[in-house]
T-cell receptor, first 113, second 114 residues
């Protein structure tokens, strides 16, 4: 089915481990985003990508790495997970960056113990 | 001061009443404004977008924008229990280095009581 899918849906990892969250979209949207959602902070942008091989930092990029070798995939890696990175992570996409609808994936709930 | 502010609620209204959700933003250069609805444990879904001053109606929903006051609101008429959710206000923000991107408020939790 067309859309944006994230995997895994739930993940528990230990402090210091590397973990990668996957995001795949079938719309061929140019722009893709990673947000984290925490109580009291709402949705905060971690990284975004304007096209394959073009990425840029958002509001809270520290501790995260992204790549985009193909238009449809935008994985997010936590290089050395910390408890403060326990959150719900949403991948999103849109056709244009300005004023266009942003569609969200179903989210990944990550717990760092 | 947060860039996009919303009252966290909960806002409780009886079934059939009008729910009024408010949002203020700080960046006067903002150009596009969105309301997303998020059910508990689910992802945000777009319900309204507005780009110019005034009102925009879509079914039971009306978005209102006042750029001079830097204020966006969402009215939900004939509120239903199924409208109970968190409503997120999002504003596009100009980033001189990278163009425009959305900034979200913290959301307002709406509870519609039967």
């Amino acid at each position: 089915d067309a859309g944006i899918t994230q995997s895994p849906r739930y993940k528990i990892t230990e402090t210091g481990r590397q973990v990668t969250l996957m995001c795949h979209q079938t719309w061929s949207h140019s722009y893709m985003f990673w947000y984290r959602q925490d109580l009291g902070h709402g949705l905060r942008l971690i990284y975004y990508s304007a096209a394959a091989d073009i990425t840029d930092k958002g509001e809270v990029p520290d501790g995260y790495v992204v790549s985009r070798s193909k238009t449809e995939n935008f994985p997010l890696t936590l290089e050395s997970a910390t408890r403060s990175q326990t959150s719900v992570y949403f991948c999103a996409s849109s056709e244009r960056l300005t004023g266009d609808v942003v569609f969200f994936g179903q989210g990944t709930r990550l717990t760092v113990v | 001061q947060k860039e996009v502010e919303q009252n966290s609620g909960p806002l409780s209204v009886p079934e059939g009443a009008i729910a009024s959700l408010n949002c203020t933003y700080s960046d006067r250069g903002s150009q596009s404004f969105f309301w997303y609805r998020q059910y508990s444990g689910k992802s945000p879904e777009l319900i309204m977008s507005i780009y110019s001053n005034g009102d925009k109606e879509d079914g039971r929903f009306t978005a209102q924008l006042n750029k001079a006051s830097q204020y966006v609101s969402l009215l939900i008429r004939d509120s239903q229990p199924s409208d109970s959710a968190t409503y997120l206000c999002a504003v596009n923000r100009i980033n001189n280095n990278a163009g425009n991107m959305l900034t979200f408020g913290g959301g307002t939790r709406l509870m519609v009581k039967p």
